[in-house]
């Protein structure tokens, strides 16, 4: 954790920027050395992207998914009374 008064992190952004990126390190940015924020590196983004129909063919879906629910579930739903 590096502490940085804001005008030291205005001076030298683009040094402490890379030991954020490289070491992972968290500055701590103070305003008369009392902290005041913190930065910290993002997370990697994610890989690539997911492939469409990864499980094509292993999941069945049968007609009755598509009937109309039975009153009872429907009003649990809409959160009325039967």
Avoid at 24 to 29: A, K
Avoid at 34 to 54: D, F, T, Y
């Amino acid at each position: 954790m590096i502490k940085l008064n804001i005008h030291e992190a205005k001076t030298h952004l683009s040094r402490y920027l890379v030991k954020l990126e490289e070491e992972g390190e968290v500055i701590i940015l103070c305003r008369r050395n009392v902290p005041v924020a913190e930065i910290r590196p993002l997370l990697p983004a994610a890989g690539a992207k997911r492939p469409v129909g990864l499980y094509q063919g292993q999941i069945h879906v049968g007609p009755e998914f598509f009937e109309p629910l039975p009153d009872d579930i429907m009003a649990a739903f809409e959160g009325r009374k039967v």
